[in-house]
């Protein structure tokens, strides 16, 4: 890895007396340096100590400061847990992400390295219930970062897992898990919900619900609104829809794969449906989709075939 030699940096939060510069990605870029000692930046979140060691098994990596070309940082991992003001109450965190212009972008209460060693089970035992005003009002949970809009209004959440809050919808109040996300005026964008729930669609009743919700973060969930708080788009494991296809029916279904169990039953992958003004698209936004008219949700126990098992590894 190729290295400068220390340096003085200037920051609009106060200079750094000497960073090391590395080559952080294959195409030579050195934009995020390294410091030996500790240094003190002043923030309008509050004073904040940048990573200079690594100090426990659950922060083995030492991550570097990154800053935009002007020297706004992007990046700042902390030395320590540290209590910061932000637009949603004072937070906890061990790293921060910014916008070009120093507004807060992300904030990660914990940013623990996952190994061997140190699970995601080892980071929840140390995480804490955060209260923290949102558009709902004041929440409680354990959250594992939260996402702003630049104008400082929070725009996503994302849950620990086992972790749930819940908010009022368009629909009424639904319990969400993994991740809730909001547009900058409030409203509710996008939500994953804990259990299967039953949602009006343009081409009739679904029951929304991911079964694999393990790469969800709050920025995108399978419950999705727009912003007049109708249905933008839903995933499902349990309807298959109907297309007449110039007087002939294709019927679009959740898939199945392999369990990772390793047993000869299957898992049920989620069919992703999107809406859009009159057009249906199903797992894809590409191409023109399909015309509402021509589309009917209908339950995958109403198909012949469709009791083939399907299981969980936890079922």
Known sequence: MT???????????GGLEGIEFRELASNSRMDGGFITGPQTLKTP??????????EDMGRRTLKPLCFYKDGTPKAIPLQTRTMLKTP????????????????????????GKLSGFWSWQNELKLAEKLSFDSPQGALNAKVIAFRFYE??????????????????????????????????????????????????????????????P???????NSLQFAP????????????????SIEGVLEVFRPGLKNNVCGDERKVKVPMHVLFRGERVFINSEEGEGFSVETCRAIGLEALSGADEPSYSCGG
């Open 3 to 13: 290295t400068r030699t220390m340096q003085p940096c200037s920051t609009p939060y």
């Open 214 to 220: 393990n790469g969800i973060h709050g920025d995108t």
């Open 151 to 212: 104008s400082g209004a929070l725009k996503s959440l994302t849950l620990w897992p086992g972790e749930s809050i819940t908010i009022m919808t368009p629909l009424g109040m639904i319990t969400a898990r993994k991740g809730v996300s909001f547009y900058e005026n409030g409203s509710v964008r996008s939500l994953e919900p804990l259990k299967k729930t039953v949602l009006e669609t343009p081409i009739g009743d679904m029951r929304a619900y991911d079964s694999e």
């Open 228 to 243: 007049d708080g109708s249905i933008k788009g839903i995933s499902t494991v349990d309807e298959a829809i109907e297309v």
């Open 88 to 111: 949603i109450g004072h937070l906890p965190a061990e790293l921060l992400t910014f916008y070009p212009s120093g507004a807060l972008k992300r904030v990660f209460p914990l940013d």
């Open 45 to 54: 979140f509050g004073d904040m100590v940048p990573q200079f060691e690594t």
